[in-house]
């Protein structure tokens, strides 16, 4: 019974999300040669999509659950109705996200030299 409540909202989410095309959240640089990639293993809607170097959120797949945020070792996750205005250019090149693959699970992190997050 409880999972079916959880399925409910979840649909009721999806369909507010749709209809309003209001909010959705944003990968921002801090990303960049970190790709810890926990924010993809705990997204319920496969909104994450992968590049060589980083993770990008698909606007039209994201339902704004708020979950992703508070995975992220680097703090590289915001909603676009709350982030730094430094960051504006990631609106746009998380749209772009639908021309790569769809991650949604966890992956050992990239850690490339350009990263200073704190090992895994
Ligand atoms: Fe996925 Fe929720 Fe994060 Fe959107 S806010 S990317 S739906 S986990
Ligand atoms: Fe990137 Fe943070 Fe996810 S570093 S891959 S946004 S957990």
Known sequence: MAWDITVLI?????IARRISKLMTYIVTTPC??????????????????????????????????????PECPVEAIYSDMSYPEEYAEWMEKNAEA???????????????PGCTGPPE
């Open 10 to 14: 979840w649909l009721l989410l999806l």
């Open 32 to 69: 960049i040669d970190c790709k810890y990639t926990d924010c993809a293993a705990v997204c319920p809607v496969e909104a994450f999509h992968e590049t060589p170097d980083r993770l990008l959120i698909n606007p039209d797949t994201c339902i704004d659950c708020d979950a992703c945020l």
């Open 98 to 112: 639908e021309n790569f693959p769809i991650i949604s699970v966890k992956q050992p992190a990239l850690m490339a």
